[in-house]
């Protein structure tokens, strides 16, 4: 449906463009008559009301038949054909009154019907050629202005869509790793599955909160990894050492939730786990040449199954392009033949 102009300011625009019309034509037959025509101010009113009546009559039509909801190359013929129509009504019934009123100046006495009717249906052509183009014009740009809100607002809503199930995705994933952690303690260990739970409690609620947000200080992102990596420090004891370089401008940041939990995640499962020995797992933020740079470094090597990306890494691209719109980039890659390094940089400000 279309998106109707409000009738006053249909009104408005009617009688301000006849008035414009009365006013260049007193204008330029002030400035520019030859000959003087006493029944100039008759005609000129007559016409411009009768203008204003049949393009009033125009836009009933339109409306009414829903020119305007045709494809475009429709519309045009339409709009041409009513125009047309329009201008022939108009110049007849001008012609008409005015030889019926005896309006006419001189220099018209000596023209026939035919000649009279020609001059007044070329004008006509021209008036509401204008007319249906400044109507059309309106309607059109009307149109695409609402397209392209609904495009946005439809954008809007599958980014939310997508947000919201990626999330869905990253805490039963998160949840599912950490129970085998507190699993594999039950039995081994009790008194430290106790501790294990207490700390998987304190994940929880650190996770709950921040999957309200679309995005979240980095000082609420690194209590949820400090949770996390107090779990895995009892499951991996003196085989997990933890390094952070954290520099303090930085805590304010924003940043995706649960990202960064999911990228030390993923630095423990494919990397430190398979390391007989264990490993370090190192995380880096700092502003980098205008951009906040998260790294995350990790004993091992980049394996085939990280190499083709489970859902941890994807689902971090996918943030990334949905919450930043291609203004900030993920990679990860093998260092050195013995370390592994995500490297997130994001807009600083966001």
């Known amino acids: ?22 006013l260049f034509y007193t204008f330029f037959y002030y400035s520019a008559r030859v000959v003087e025509n006493p029944f100039f101010f008759k005609t000129l009113y007559f016409e411009s009301a009768a203008g204003l009546l049949l393009t009033h009559a125009m836009r009933y039509i339109i ?18 054909l009513i125009t047309l129509s329009f201008a022939l009504i108009y110049s007849n019934i001008s012609v008409v009154v005015e030889e019926m009123m005896a309006w006419e100046p001189e220099y018209f006495l000596d023209m026939s019907f035919m000649q009279k009717w020609l001059r007044t249906l070329i004008g006509a052509i021209f008036l509401f050629t204008i007319w249906s183009l400044l109507y059309f014009t309106y309607h059109y740009v009307s149109r695409l202005q609402r397209q392209r809100l609904n495009e946005a607002r439809l954008q809007g809503l599958v980014k939310e869509l997508e947000l919201k199930t990626i999330k869905a995705h990253i805490n039963p994933h998160f ?3 950490a129970l085998n952690s507190i699993r594999a303690l039950v039995d081994e ?19 709950m909160r921040a999957d309200k947000d679309e995005l979240v200080p ?7 990894v400090k949770n996390y990596l107090a779990l895995e420090q009892i499951r991996f004891e003196d085989r997990l050492k933890v390094h952070m370089d954290i520099d303090e401008d930085t805590l304010s940041q924003q940043v995706p939730p649960m990202m960064l939990q999911t990228l030390v995640e993923n630095a423990i499962k494919h990397g430190i786990s398979k390391e007989v020995y264990g490993g370090k797992v190192e995380i880096v933020s700092d502003f980098v040449d205008d951009h906040h740079e998260i790294v995350i470094r990790n004993t091992g090597r980049l394996s085939e199954e990280v190499h083709h990306e489970g859902f941890g890494l994807s ?10 719109d291609g203004k900030a980039s993920f990679d990860i890659k093998e260092t050195n033949g013995k370390e592994v390094e995500a490297r997130v940089v994001l807009p600083v400000g966001l």
């Open 1 to 22: 449906m279309l998106k109707k102009l409000p009738i006053r300011y249909y009104w408005i625009c009617q009688l301000c463009g006849w008035a414009g019309y009365i």
């Open 63 to 80: 409306k009414g038949s829903r020119l305007l909801d045709l494809p475009l190359h429709k519309q045009i013929i339409w709009l041409i």
């Open 175 to 177: 949840i599912f790793n």
């Open 189 to 207: 260990n009790p008194s430290m599955a106790r501790k294990a739970i207490t700390q998987l409690s304190m994940l929880l609620r650190s996770s």
């Open 218 to 224: 980095l000082s609420n992102e690194l209590e949820i």
């Open 315 to 324: 689902s971090t691209r996918n943030r990334l392009q949905l919450l930043y």
